[in-house]
């Protein structure tokens, strides 16, 4: 399998979601390849983050409303504020000077 083949694969393993033959295929690949283990790591530490903040209160001004702004700045693309923007105003408590 290649790199991009194994990257496709990377939720499905995460989510238990591969077949037994493909989960073997992609977790020999990981042991093989830094570039996707890192990827891959990456990856499960996006997914324990959110799992971690899904109960998190959605209000602006909260930590869930901050992740929950920064994550529509970057998915997307007619929100009005770039994932930029939403952290220098959650850090700073305003909005950044330009």
């Known amino acids: ?3 991009e083949q194994i990257q496709e694969l990377l939720s499905d393993l995460i989510d238990g979601e591969l077949a037994e033959g493909a989960r073997a295929a992609v977790e020999s690949h990981l042991a093989a390849c830094e570039a996707c283990a890192a990827e891959h790591r990456a990856l499960l530490r996006t997914v324990r983050f959110v799992r971690a903040n899904s109960r998190a209160a959605l209000t602006p001004g909260t930590p869930g409303g901050v ?3 920064f994550t529509r700045a970057l998915a997307d693309e007619a929100y009005e504020r770039s994932g930029t923007d939403v952290i220098v105003e959650a850090v700073f408590g ?3 000077q330009r």
Do not use: I, V
């Open 94 to 96: 305003r909005p950044p």
């Open 1 to 3: 399998m290649t790199c």
């Open 67 to 69: 992740y929950m702004d």
